[in-house]
């Protein structure tokens, strides 16, 4: 099956820039999509189809994908971004959805 | 507005099964399809499936890890789909969630999910 691999951890100082990867084989060829969770909230839509934020998310996100990365890019970390952080495909392989097993980003 | 109530936390024991249901409201029923995520204490999100309202009793599709275990279906006379998830262990304790994507038809497998359900607690203990 479609494995998705992300670091458990990343940390930036506050106004610096986070950069959290998702790895997966050919993930450029996938829509990858972004959730933010925060402590007793359900996961929230931060990016979608790699690059398209949803209304209300701060341009401060961002996203891009490589061959076999994707990457969300948070500029100007604020200490609200601190969260855990999922990417998620769609395998047409084998026809189920995937997600990366999350990032926890802390903010200094 | 859109909204999706799952039903209430529930304690079985191992060997046993569940159902959690999640009644959709405030859009087309069959329009959209309805996935399911779960988040064990602790750890990461995991996909379990996915259902298709619109299409037939097999428009259905899950996790290879679940295969035989799980069974999704939906009633589109009260517009609730239910997971059925049989042979628990208590590595099955979890916090089960409903999600749709915000594409209407078969882009919704793809799509990312954008209305969540409040999430049903499932405690597996002996």
């Known amino acids: 099956s479609y494995v998705l691999t992300q670091p458990p951890s990343v940390s930036v100082a506050p106004g610096e820039t986070a950069r959290i990867t998702c790895g997966g084989d050919?993930?450029?060829?996938?829509?990858v999509h972004w959730y933010q969770e925060k402590p007793g909230q359900a996961p929230a839509v931060v990016m979608s189809y790699e690059n398209v934020r949803p209304s209300g998310i701060p341009e401060r996100f961002s996203g891009s994908s490589s061959v076999n990365t994707a990457t969300l890019t948070i500029s100007r970390v604020e200490a609200g971004d601190e969260a855990i952080y999922y990417c998620q495909v769609w395998d047409e392989g084998s026809e189920a959805g995937v997600f990366g097993g999350g990032t926890s980003l802390t903010v200094l | 507005q859109v909204h999706l109530e799952q039903s209430g936390a529930d304690v079985t024991t191992p060997g046993s099964s569940i159902r959690v249901s999640c009644k959709a409201s405030?859009?087309?029923?069959?329009?959209?399809?309805i996935h399911w995520v779960r988040q064990a204490p602790g750890q990461g999100l995991e996909w379990l499936g996915v259902i298709n309202p619109g299409g037939d009793a097999t428009s259905t599709s899950y996790a290879q890890k679940f295969q035989g275990r799980i069974t999704v279906t939906r009633d589109t006379s009260t517009t609730t789909v239910h997971m059925d998830l049989r042979s628990l262990r208590s590595e099955d304790t979890a916090l089960y969630y409903c999600?749709?994507?915000?594409?209407?038809?078969?882009?919704?497998?793809?799509?990312?999910?954008?209305?969540w359900g409040q999430g049903t607690l499932v405690t597996v203990s002996s």
């Open positions: 999600a749709r994507p915000g594409a209407r038809g078969a882009g919704g497998r793809s799509a990312p999910l954008e209305v």
């Open positions: 405030g859009y087309t029923f069959p329009d959209y399809y």
């Open positions: 050919y993930i450029g060829h996938k829509s």
